[in-house]
């Protein structure tokens, strides 16, 4: 198993752009989530989806769209990047069986200008 | 909602003392709890975790974590501290969802 991956490891956009950062999944989870990790402020949830078709707000929902076709992906949109962007972005996944092991990727170190 | 407080956002010890870290957490069912660590430039690792079973929960590295549901703590403790432990140690918790809510964060340094 790959476990979580993410693409792309590292970026750098200009304010107004948009891209994708990717997450994938082998393990069947129907639970993925995306955390953004900024100093001094914890790791905080963005958007969660408990399965293929279904996806809800976190904490940091603002400026960013998620979809969830199938259940190994669950891709994070940024429409048009701001610099408050910036940060270092999460994904998570873990199965409804065993909900208390959650398996992060490695991360995307986004920096907006 | 779930929230958790890290109490001292940097905690600093020589090489071989006590590391204590301190997490409160505020729930009035016991969720999950958790504690990672995240060296520098790298992901997170789980380094335990409690799930309703024994309170004195044993993780990697000599870790442990104690909790203590009328304090609605969670600290982290190892009896000797290593130039290798020097990291960011997040504490968080898993109420009834499988949301995970995480404290701010202690950056854990180690003086030789």
């Known amino acids: ?113 | 909602a779930q929230s958790v407080t890290q109490l001292g956002s940097h905690v600093s010890v020589s090489e071989g003392a006590l590391v204590l870290l301190r997490c409160n957490y505020s729930s009035s069912v016991p969720p999950y709890l958790f504690w990672y660590v995240q060296y520098p430039n790298q992901g997170l690792q789980l380094l335990l975790k409690y799930t309703s079973a024994a309170t004195l929960v044993k993780g990697i590295n000599g870790f442990e974590a104690e909790f203590k549901k009328s304090e609605t703590s969670f600290h982290l403790t190892k009896p000797s501290a290593h130039m290798s432990d020097a990291a960011e140690y997040f504490c968080a918790a898993q109420g009834g969802s499988e949301k995970l809510v995480f404290g701010k964060g202690t950056k854990l340094t180690v003086n030789p």
């Open chain 1, 1 to 113: 198993n790959a476990g979580v991956t993410q693409t792309p490891k590292f970026q750098v956009l200009k304010t107004g752009q948009s891209m994708t950062l990717q997450c994938a999944q082998d393990m069947n989870h129907e639970y993925m989530s995306w955390y953004r990790q900024d100093p001094g402020m914890g790791l905080r949830l963005i958007h969660y989806s408990v399965g293929a078709g279904i996806t809800d707000q976190g904490e940091v929902p603002n400026g960013y769209n998620v979809s969830r076709s199938t259940t190994e992906d669950f891709p994070l949109r940024l429409l048009s990047a701001a610099p408050s962007q910036t940060s270092v972005y999460f994904c998570a996944s873990s199965s409804s069986v065993r909900r208390d092991t959650q398996y992060f990727g490695p991360g995307t170190r986004l920096t907006v200008l």
